[in-house]
T-cell receptor
Framework: EAQVTQNPRYLITVTGKKLTVTCSQN?????MSWYRQDPGLGLRQIYY???????DKGDVPEGYKVSRKEKRNFPLILESPSPNQTSLYFC?????????????FGSGTQLSVL | DQQVKQNSPSLSVQEGRISILNCDYT??????FLWYKKYPAEGPTFLIS?????DKNEDGRFTVFLNKSAKHLSLHIVPSQPGDSAVYFC????????????FGAGTTVTVRA
């Protein structure tokens, strides 16, 4: 089954403790992206990757890191999480790019930073 | 500053009637628009899209209308069904960088039986 898999689904952590949210897709997609969803703000793009080893900032990249060493994986790293990074996070992929093709989203990761 | 705005956070409609969701945008570079639907505890899923060369696109019960001069688009769902109860996000992409997608805040639709 074609899917985007994120782990974990729920995560509670404390300020400053490094964490990684994993994302994997099995559709051989070139493009992957991370979004955060906050009430009243909708989905905001954090980082995106057009291909292996090619990444770029979205609208809200501060406090996040990403890497794309393999085509299927695109982890999101929070080196020193802060409470304002409490949010619902989504990973997404598409075969080439986000604007002209439909994105396939993971089920989300609810992160709480205390 | 949000470039895609969905000014109605929620909409309640009776089953069988029409649902109309509105979306406004400010960036004149946007030339491709999409709607995504999201159920609780799931990721968004693609619903329908429209290019700026068109003013209407239809897919079954879903029709999107684009008014470029007003920088406005709307999604019509006819007839509305209980399974349509979800959050709907409007999204836009610019020809200058179509790797980036800007989303609105979403509209929660509740279809009453």
């Amino acid at each position: 089954e074609a899917q985007v898999t994120q782990n974990p689904r729920y995560l509670i952590t404390v300020t400053g403790k490094k964490l990684t949210v994993t994302c994997s897709q099995n559709m051989n997609h070139e493009y992957m992206s991370w979004y955060r969803q906050d009430p009243g703000l909708g989905l905001r793009q954090i980082y995106y990757s057009m291909n292996v080893e090619v990444t770029d900032k979205g609208d809200v990249p501060e406090g996040y890191k990403v890497s794309r060493k393999e085509k299927r994986n695109f982890p999101l790293i929070l080196e020193s999480p802060s409470p304002n990074q409490t949010s619902l996070y989504f990973c997404a992929s598409s075969s080439q790019g986000s604007g002209r093709e439909k994105l396939f989203f993971g089920s989300g990761t609810q992160l709480s930073v205390l | 500053d949000q470039q895609v705005k969905q000014n109605s956070p929620s909409l309640s409609v009776q089953e069988g009637r029409i649902s109309i969701l509105n979306c406004d945008y400010t960036n004149s570079m946007f030339d491709y628009f999409l709607w995504y639907k999201k159920y609780p505890a799931e990721g968004p899923t693609f619903l329908i899209s429209i290019s700026s060369i068109k003013d209407k696109n239809e897919d079954g019960r879903f029709t999107v209308f684009l008014n470029k001069s007003a920088k406005h688009l709307s999604l019509h769902i006819v007839p509305s069904q209980p399974g349509d109860s979800a959050v709907y996000f409007c999204a836009a992409s610019a020809w200058s960088n179509d790797y980036k997608l800007s989303f609105g805040a979403g509209t929660t639709v509740t279809v009453r039986a």
